[in-house]
C-alpha cells in the first residue's frame, strides 16, 4: 500500500496499488474460462430406432372408412365427398358418429380455401361436440 504525501489539506492519504487486484482478477478469469468446457454435464438418451420400413399394412376389410368433413374455397361443405347444407352438417355428423366405434371427425380444407373460412367451418364441427382431428396431407382423389 502506498501513501500520497502532501495535499491540500497536508495529510497522509492512503492510495491503493491495483496492480496486483487486476493481475489475480486475470488469472482467475483464464482460470475460470479453461475449466468450464469440461464441468458440461452429459446426458445420454436411449431414443427409438427409426423404421427401415414404414408400416403400410392394409386396414382390415370390415374396417370402416373414416368421416372426413371438406371445404372447397366456394364454401360447400362434404362429408365423405357428399355436399351437405352448412345447417345439416352438425346433425348429420352426430347422426354418423353415433354408429361408430371411434367418434372422430377429420376435417380438411383446400389449399385456396381463406383461413377465416375454414375456422369457421372448424368451429362449427367443434360446437356440435365432436372430436376433430386435422388432416395434414392431401386426400387422394
Do not use: C, H
Not at 497522509?12 to 479453461?34: A, E, G, H, K, Q
Request: aromatic letters at 4%.
Amino acid at each position: 500500500m502506498a501513501f500520497d504525501l502532501g495535499g491540500a489539506k497536508g495529510g497522509l492519504r492512503p492510495s491503493m496499488n491495483v496492480t496486483p487486484l487486476v493481475d489475480v482478477v486475470l488469472v482467475l478469469l483464464i482460470i475460470f474460462m479453461v475449466v468450464t468446457p469440461l464441468m458440461t454435464k452429459q446426458m445420454w438418451m436411449t431414443v427409438p430406432a427409426k423404421p427401415d420400413k414404414p408400416d403400410t399394412t392394409p386396414p382390415p376389410p370390415d374396417a370402416l372408412p373414416p368421416v372426413v368433413l371438406t371445404v372447397d374455397r366456394a364454401g360447400v361443405l362434404r362429408i365423405n365427398r357428399e355436399e351437405v347444407p352448412r345447417d345439416q352438417v352438425v346433425t348429420r355428423l352426430q347422426r354418423m358418429l353415433n354408429a361408430r366405434p371411434d367418434k372422430i371427425v377429420f376435417f380438411d380444407a383446400g389449399d385456396d380455401v381463406p383461413y377465416g373460412a375454414a375456422m369457421e367451418v372448424l368451429d362449427l364441427a367443434r360446437g356440435g361436440n365432436l372430436t376433430v382431428g386435422v388432416l395434414p396431407d392431401k386426400l387422394a382423389d
